[in-house]
């Protein structure tokens, strides 16, 4: 295509909006996202099949917010999978990811329903981070895993550690603390996540790889191949990145910046008031010796100076 530029790389990159719902938001490339979601479960339960569903969602009440959500899909068994490809850092993900899947919830009783049948499907959030979820250390607690950018979530009794609800549950990746080697790469969810973070930076598919399940990304994913319009779309999603990108690194330089000034300053200040303190210190022992050598009671010139009685002993 005359239009494809080298700036852009050989293949879409996932982590673009377009991107993202080029490979795993069309119904004819499904098993793309069912591929990806068994990887994440690994076991845990085996999806077959997905059926994609609105994403857009108004409020029962006119003050309700409306939410929008990247995919939602529900599975061959009921499940409901609200996957999400969260570009910035921000600050309330946790709150953002609950309220998500509290609206889900809510949704699954029909509003007036009689009775005590409060029988609810699966719900999972899906969540893609290219951020660190915890990086200002919200959580409070210090994660120590094999895996710190794998956030495996469930309700459980905290003293027992059980699970206390299976049909719930969060699992979400920060892509930026994986940081496995092509050798290193022990699972599918490993490779899946090496081919998230470095695909826009591949020219073929590798043999470290599973052709099997990767080798369709590699078929649609070439950019030489979107047409004029899709190209024109994908321009738009990259260029939107970047620019999201560099206002974030700009601010977080300012903040940074700014941050090392007001530490400049502080430092600066207590340095001067440590120093007055000093001066003034030297100048009280320098008067209580004089006032000890004229014999005055040492008591007084404890009282006098402002220093401890055993300060002026020892002069």
Same mark, same amino acid.
């Given at each position: 295509?005359?239009?494809?530029?080298?700036?852009? +790389?050989?293949?879409?990159?996932?982590?673009?909006?377009?991107?993202?719902?080029?490979?795993?938001?069309?119904?004819?490339? /499904?098993?793309?996202?069912?591929?990806?979601?068994?990887?994440?479960?690994?076991?845990?339960?085996?999806?077959?099949?997905?059926?994609?569903?609105?994403?857009?969602?108004?409020?029962?009440?006119?003050?309700?917010?409306?939410?929008?959500?990247?995919?939602?899909?529900?599975?061959?068994? +009921?499940?409901?999978?609200?996957?999400?490809?969260?570009?910035?850092?921000?600050?309330?993900?946790?709150?953002?990811?609950?309220?998500?899947?509290?609206?889900?919830?809510? /949704?699954?009783?029909?509003?007036?329903? /009689?009775?005590?049948?409060?029988?609810?499907?699966?719900?999972?959030?899906?969540?893609?981070?290219?951020?660190?979820?915890?990086?200002?250390?919200?959580?409070?607690?210090?994660?120590?895993?094999?895996?710190?950018?794998?956030?495996?979530?469930?309700?459980?009794?905290?003293?027992?550690?059980?699970?206390?609800?299976?049909?719930?549950?969060?699992?979400?990746?920060?892509?930026?603390?994986?940081?496995?080697?092509?050798?290193?790469?022990?699972?599918?969810?490993?490779?899946?996540?090496?081919?998230?973070?470095?695909?826009?930076?591949?020219?073929?598919?590798?043999?470290?790889?599973?052709?099997?399940?990767?080798?369709?990304?590699?078929?649609?994913?070439?950019?030489?191949?979107?047409?004029?319009?899709?190209?024109?779309?994908?321009?738009?999603?990259?260029?939107? /990145?970047?620019?999201?990108?560099?206002?974030?690194?700009?601010?977080?330089?300012?903040?940074?910046?700014?941050?090392?000034?007001?530490?400049?300053?502080?430092?600066?200040?207590? +340095?001067?008031?440590?120093?007055?303190?000093?001066?003034?210190?030297?100048?009280?022992?320098?008067?209580?010796?004089?006032?000890?050598?004229?014999?005055?009671?040492?008591?007084?010139?404890?009282?006098?100076?402002?220093?401890?009685?055993?300060?002026?002993?020892?002069?």
């Amino acid at each position: 295509m005359a239009r494809s530029k080298k700036h852009l +790389g050989r293949y879409v990159d996932p982590r673009t909006d377009f991107g993202w719902k080029f490979y795993f938001g069309r119904e004819d490339n /499904k098993i793309l996202l069912i591929e990806f979601l068994n990887s994440l479960f690994h076991g845990e339960k085996i999806i077959s099949d997905l059926r994609y569903k609105p994403v857009e969602h108004d409020g029962d009440y006119e003050e309700m917010r409306r939410v929008v959500f990247d995919l939602h899909c529900i599975g061959s068994d +009921g499940e409901v999978f609200i996957i999400e490809m969260q570009q910035l850092f921000q600050e309330f993900f946790k709150d953002r990811a609950v309220y998500y899947t509290s609206r889900l919830i809510n /949704k699954q009783l029909a509003r007036g329903k /009689k009775g005590s049948d409060y029988y609810l499907p699966e719900v999972y959030f899906i969540g893609i981070l290219e951020f660190d979820m915890d990086r200002n250390g919200s959580s409070g607690i210090s994660r120590v895993t094999e895996r710190p950018y794998f956030y495996d979530v469930a309700l459980c009794d905290k003293l027992t550690k059980e699970i206390f609800y299976d049909k719930l549950g969060y699992k979400i990746i920060s892509l930026p603390l994986f940081n496995k080697q092509p050798e290193e790469l022990k699972t599918v969810m490993d490779q899946w996540l090496y081919l998230l973070k470095h695909l826009s930076t591949m020219d073929r598919l590798p043999s470290f790889l599973d052709k099997r399940i990767f080798g369709l990304i590699f078929e649609i994913g070439e950019i030489g191949k979107l047409t004029e319009e899709e190209l024109m779309s994908y321009e738009a999603s990259l260029k939107h /990145k970047r620019d999201a990108e560099s206002v974030f690194n700009s601010a977080k330089k300012s903040g940074e910046a700014l941050g090392h000034a007001k530490g400049l300053a502080e430092g600066l200040a207590e +340095g001067k008031a440590k120093g007055l303190a000093e001066g003034e210190r030297k100048k009280a022992l320098e008067t209580a010796k004089a006032f000890k050598e004229m014999g005055l009671p040492i008591a007084d010139i404890a009282k006098g100076t402002g220093l401890s009685v055993e300060e002026v002993e020892k002069l």
